[in-house]
């Protein structure tokens, strides 16, 4: 009988062994994959509902549109992976925006120097924020809310709350244009989007960024200079704040002191949405583009069936809340 029930037991044990490497795999596929399947879906779901949806035309036009906050996300995700919070890039975008219009003027200065001082002054706003975050020991979330406000109020006060138009062709070219039928802000948009993938994952500075998130206290006595590096994590941000501000002011051709309204909210909610985790020490540049680029095909998708903005806002919080509750699980379980 004992022999019989140690058998069984023999032929049980493969078969659970088998069913458990199975839903590991799974899970495994789902948790680094799952964002991705989701945007699929929905691309999906949105050419089935509109067949003006997936059109060469209308793709482009997604992504064109959300490279601003692409950019931004991709920012605001390494500074998310340390733990910290970017409240500011909206109206950094802002200030970028009005202070870069004045030098892109028709017949003024080159433009290359008016990129230059809009870069400029969205690096310094980076380094404002890291240097009192890390040598203020001040929390990320009052420092960035408090640069929000004086960015958006010095956006305001520099154009005397008035856009600034007339600027050349050439800047223009910058969020107008396209290069072999691509437009120029994906190109820009990629090329971030590389550059931040190398830093993140090929670099020393990526290594620091990461453990830094994972835990500040054991990178600090392994030897990691905290603050050199929450410094270069906020410039950084602030310089893509800017890249974003270049592109958006060149693409409704007049700086606005009142551009990037919100948008520090959708650059985070990409960032959550692609996986970036509120705890710290995770997050990845591709899952953060996949975030961005659900969002903008749940609000292309959704202007094309007609549906109110109002209710876009509150899928989107749904969205959000969902994507942190996922991160809450997964933090619980690991």
């Known amino acids: 009988m004992s022999s019989e029930v140690t058998i069984e037991n023999k032929h049980e044990q493969p078969k659970a062994a088998s ?18 399947f989701i945007l699929i879906a929905l691309i999906i779901f949105m050419s089935i509902l509109s067949p003006t949806f997936f059109t060469s035309g209308n793709i482009l036009n997604i992504v064109r549109q959300m490279s601003v906050i692409g950019i931004v996300a991709i920012g605001v995700t390494m500074i998310i992976i340390t733990q910290g919070i970017d409240l500011s890039s909206g109206s950094v975008i802002a200030l970028v925006s009005v202070v870069v219009a004045s030098f892109a003027q028709a017949d003024s200065y080159p433009v290359l120097l008016a990129v230059a001082i809009g870069l ?17 020991k001040i929390a990320p979330f009052v420092v960035t809310l408090g640069m929000m406000t004086a960015a958006r109020g010095l956006a305001l006060l520099f154009s005397d709350g008035r856009p600034i138009g007339n600027l050349s062709d050439t800047f223009k070219f910058i969020g107008q244009g396209a290069i072999l039928g691509i437009p120029v802000p994906i190109i820009i948009f990629a090329l971030v989007g590389l550059v931040s993938y190398l830093l993140l994952n090929k670099t020393k500075f990526g290594k620091y960024v990461y453990a830094i998130g994972g835990n500040e206290q054991a990178a600090h006595i392994a030897g990691v200079n905290i603050e050199k590096y929450k410094i270069l994590i906020y410039s950084y941000a602030g310089l893509l704040s800017a890249i974003a501000g270049i592109i958006l002011t060149s693409r409704i051709a007049s700086g ?4 990037g309204l919100m948008y520090e909210l959708d650059a ?14 995770i997050g990845t540049i591709g899952g953060t583009i996949i975030g961005a680029l659900i969002i903008g095909v749940m609000n292309n998708g959704l202007d094309l069936l007609n549906v109110s903005s109002y209710w876009q806002q509150i899928l989107k919080g749904a969205i959000i809340v969902t994507a942190v509750l996922i991160d809450a699980r997964k933090n619980r379980k690991s």
Request: charged letters at 10%; aromatic letters at 6%; glycine letters at 18%.
């Open 256 to 259: 606005q002191p009142t551009a």
């Open 268 to 281: 985070i909610a990409a960032a959550v949405i692609g996986g970036t985790s509120l705890s710290g020490g």
């Open 19 to 36: 069913r458990n490497h199975f839903k590991e795999k799974a899970y495994h596929v789902l948790n680094r994959y799952g964002m991705l």
């Open 120 to 136: 400029g002054v969205g690096i310094l706003t980076g380094v404002i924020n890291g240097t009192i975050i890390a040598k203020g």
